[in-house]
C-alpha cells in the first residue's frame, strides 16, 4: 500500500509493522460495539481486510442482538477471527462499551461502530495517529470522524490539530472534544475519565463522558478532514439503531431557535455545575 516505507520509529519501538501491501497494528484493538447489524459489522471487517489492515485483536462488544445475529456472529469468529464479547438481553451503549472496553489488553484501543467504513487514507492517518500518541503522553485520543469541525484547532501534524477548550470561547460546539465516533485512544481511558454511564439513552451516556473529558481535562487531536478517512453507512435493511428525540432532529426553523439557545445554556451550566 505504501512502498518502501516500513515502519515509524519512537523510542525504538514500531509502531507498526509493513509486509507488502498488509499493515499490521501492533499494541492496537479494534474494538466495535454491534447491536442487530450483522452485515454492517461484516462490510467493516471486510473494508479493513481489503486494506490490508490488521490488527493484534479485534473484540466485537455485542448489545444482547436477536438470535439471527448472534448466530452470524459466531461464525465470523472463525471468519474473522474477532474475540465475541456478548450479554443475554440489551442493557445498552454503556455497558456494551464498558464491557467491550474491559476485553481489551492492549495497551492502545481503535474504537469503531459498526457502521462506519474506513477508506484507503486511513491506513496512513492510523500510522501517523499511532506515533503522535505514543510521542506524547499527556494526549488522551485522536478522533478520525465527525459531524462539524470541531471550532478551536491548533495545527499539528499531517492534518491533526489539537482541540482546544476554554469556557470563554464562544458558541455551544467548543463543548464537543469527545466523541463516540470512530476515534484512537489510550486503553486505560477509564483511568482518568471514569466508565461510561449505564442505564441512561444512547445520547445522554455520550454526553455525560463528553463532560467528564472536559472536567478531568482531556487532550485530544481532531483530524480536520473529518469525513476524509471513515464513512458512514446506514443500509434500508438495516438502518440506526440510534433513536433521538423529535427535538434534537427537528429543522423547524422556531425548534432549531430553542435548541440552540438551550443547549447554551445546558452545556454551560452542565461543565460549571455537573458532577462528572
Known amino acids: 500500500m505504501y512502498p518502501g516505507r516500513l515502519f515509524y520509529e519512537n523510542t ?12 499490521f497494528f501492533k499494541e492496537v484493538s479494534l474494538l466495535v460495539t454491534h447491536y442487530n447489524r450483522s452485515k454492517s459489522l461484516e ?6 481486510r481489503s486494506l490490508h489492515i490488521s490488527f493484534e485483536e479485534i473484540v466485537v462488544s455485542d448489545d444482547g442482538s436477536k438470535p439471527e445475529h448472534l448466530e452470524v456472529l459466531q461464525s465470523y469468529v472463525t471468519k474473522y477471527g474477532i474475540r465475541l464479547v456478548t450479554t443475554p438481553t440489551n442493557k445498552g451503549l454503556g455497558n456494551n462499551l464498558n464491557k467491550g472496553q474491559d476485553a481489551i489488553k492492549t495497551p492502545y484501543t481503535l474504537y469503531v461502530q459498526e457502521d462506519f467504513d474506513p477508506y484507503p487514507l486511513f491506513a496512513e492517518k492510523m500510522e501517523l495517529a499511532l506515533k503522535l500518541l505514543k510521542k506524547e503522553d499527556t494526549l488522551d485520543m485522536i478522533r478520525f470522524y465527525a459531524y462539524f469541525k470541531y471550532p478551536y484547532l491548533k495545527p499539528v501534524e499531517g492534518g491533526f490539530s489539537e482541540m482546544k477548550f476554554s469556557i470563554l470561547y464562544p458558541g455551544y460546539k467548543k463543548f464537543y472534544q469527545y466523541s ?3 476515534h484512537l485512544r489510550r486503553t486505560s481511558f477509564f483511568e482518568k475519565f471514569g466508565r461510561y454511564t449505564e442505564g441512561t439513552k444512547g445520547d445522554v451516556t455520550e454526553f455525560n463522558m463528553m463532560m467528564s473529558f472536559l472536567r478531568h481535562r482531556g487532550k485530544g487531536l481532531f483530524y480536520e478532514d473529518f469525513k476524509g478517512l471513515f464513512n458512514q453507512l446506514n443500509t434500508s435493511d438495516e438502518p440506526s439503531t440510534m433513536k433521538r428525540d423529535y427535538w434534537r432532529e427537528s429543522r423547524n426553523p422556531l425548534v432549531s431557535i ?6 447554551h445554556f445546558k452545556l454551560n451550566r452542565e461543565y460549571l455545575f455537573g458532577k462528572f
Not at 525504538?12 to 499493515?23: D, E
Not at 430553542?258 to 443547549?263: E, H, I, P, S
Open 12 to 23: 525504538g519501538k514500531k509502531n507498526y509493522v509493513a509486509m507488502g501491501n498488509a499493515v
Open 43 to 48: 462490510r467493516l471487517l471486510m473494508a479493513f
Open 180 to 182: 463516540d465516533h470512530p
Open 258 to 263: 430553542a435548541r440552540l439557545g438551550y443547549r
